[in-house]
């Protein structure tokens, strides 16, 4: 029966998602600097032998496609000549790529953009010594961009983690909750408050949501005896509805919030960043802290842990279990919204974004261990370093692939996680 019902929420998920057939070999990318589009840059494609394919010029979306006739290795090369004076390539010396092109397949290529005077220098220069100090650069840009991400996986994990630990529930609309979070501030934002008080307003009435949501749907389907796998087939469905309800009302396009959009560039030792970053970074971390020590030593953190360990046990002991979970849902709703939008700050809004990291998130409470909130913490800093790090050896596209297959290796050895418990099972 299991067996079943994940093959059927398997098979909902493909008839319901869009489907985009091949129709063809090519290349194509879309070009962003601080989540804007950059237009009229230059790319061309010439075989392994340098014979011309073709050349675009980026949209006013950024966007870019190149057919090429077969499956095949090519090289593209981005003319840094015709980007916009304020924006160059984070790494100068990947201004030509190779890659190779699959039957039927059209291959994105990714030029990472950065304001200009943040860019590493380009292999050769700066690096007289021989002893590779450009690797160590790039090395260096990744991890902390891996610990940016992770960080902001790390939020959403947390909210995954306590409700699976207080309820059971695997929820696959938790990734919708983040792009909940992130539109309400962007309705804030439009309506003439600044993001920096649209945030915690939208925090706010995120919680509500949570709250809501457990008290009128999730909790009488508990009460009503409601299966856990049937409740995790109804989250697949509350997914799809909402990702394609904020489709509706806000429409496919990318939309950006008016403050912090874009900003100059900063240099830390070999690491390119902004201000909104480490303000995001900090408020990331402060809120991981908070919610940690709270679950440590407040009453409230301790009835948290009772029930995740024992609810009847808690019940009988004068714990209000239904009154914890309605809470457990409030903070973890707030949380995800608040990682929402720090990843609205770094990416330009759509609709799909919680999607986009929902799997990131489960991977990093898998890692670190189902129902433990510092496995999740621990489980995404580990999935975060690593999808950003992998990029140095592995195509930019394949960097969640290898993410999972850490998750894979690390469970083959641990099968409860990093912080997960040993259980006895039959």
């Known amino acids: 029966m299991i067996a079943f019902t994940a093959f059927l929420g398997g098979l909902v998920f493909l008839l319901c998602a869009p489907t985009a057939w091949a129709e063809g070999e090519g290349l194509r990318g879309t070009l962003q600097n601080q989540g804007q589009p950059v237009n009229g840059v230059k ?40 980007l916009p004076p304020k924006v160059a390539l984070k790494f100068k010396e990947r201004g030509s790529l190779t890659l190779q092109v699959f039957e039927g397949n059209m291959r994105n290529v990714l030029f990472p953009l950065v304001p200009a005077g943040t860019a590493n220098q380009p292999a050769g220069q700066g690096d007289t010594s021989g002893d590779g100090s450009t690797f160590w650069d790039e090395l260096a840009q990744l991890a902390f961009e891996g610990l940016s991400l992770g960080l902001i996986i790390a939020l959403g994990a ?27 501030a962007y309705v804030f934002n439009t309506l003439g408050l600044h993001l920096l008080v649209a945030t915690p307003l939208a925090v706010i009435v995120a919680a509500a949501i949570g709250y809501g949501q457990e008290r009128f749907f999730w909790g009488p389907l508990r009460r009503r005896k409601t299966g856990l796998v049937s409740m995790m087939i109804i989250s697949i469905g509350l997914a799809m509805f909402l990702r394609y309800l904020l489709l509706f009302l806000f429409g ?39 919610v940690g020590l709270a679950l440590l030593f407040t009453r409230l953190g301790k009835a948290t842990r009772a029930v995740a360990d024992n609810p009847s046990l808690a019940a009988s002991s004068g714990i209000n279990v239904d009154r914890v979970i309605r809470i457990v849902w409030a903070v973890g709703t707030a949380v995800a919204a608040l990682a929402g939008i720090m990843l609205g700050t770094t990416q330009i809004l759509n609709y799909q974004m919680g999607q986009q990291v929902l799997l990131l998130m489960f991977a990093g409470v898998t890692l670190g261990g189902l129902g433990t909130a510092f496995g999740a913490l621990v489980g ?46 039959g």
């Open 158 to 184: 947390m909210g995954i983690s306590l409700i699976f630990g207080t309820t059971g529930l695997t929820n696959f609309a938790h990734g919708e909750l983040l792009t909940i979070g992130a539109f309400i």
């Open 380 to 425: 995404s800093l580990v999935v975060g370093m690593f999808v950003q790090v992998s990029t140095l050896w592995i195509p930019p596209e394949l960097k969640t692939v290898g993410a999972l297959a850490v998750l894979i290796v690390v469970l083959l050895v641990r099968p409860q996680g990093i912080l997960g418990r040993r259980e006895r099972i």
């Open 43 to 82: 790319i061309s494609v010439v075989t392994e032998s340098n014979a011309p394919v073709g050349e675009a010029t980026t949209d006013a979306t950024g966007k870019w496609e190149i057919p090429v006739p077969k499956a095949g290795t090519y090289k593209v090369t981005l003319d840094q000549k015709t």
């Open 252 to 290: 496919g396009e990318n939309v950006p919030y008016r403050q912090y959009v874009a900003q100059d560039g900063i240099q830390i030792g070999p690491i390119s960043t902004t201000p909104k970053s480490l303000v995001a970074m900090a408020i990331e971390i402060a809120v991981l802290v908070i």
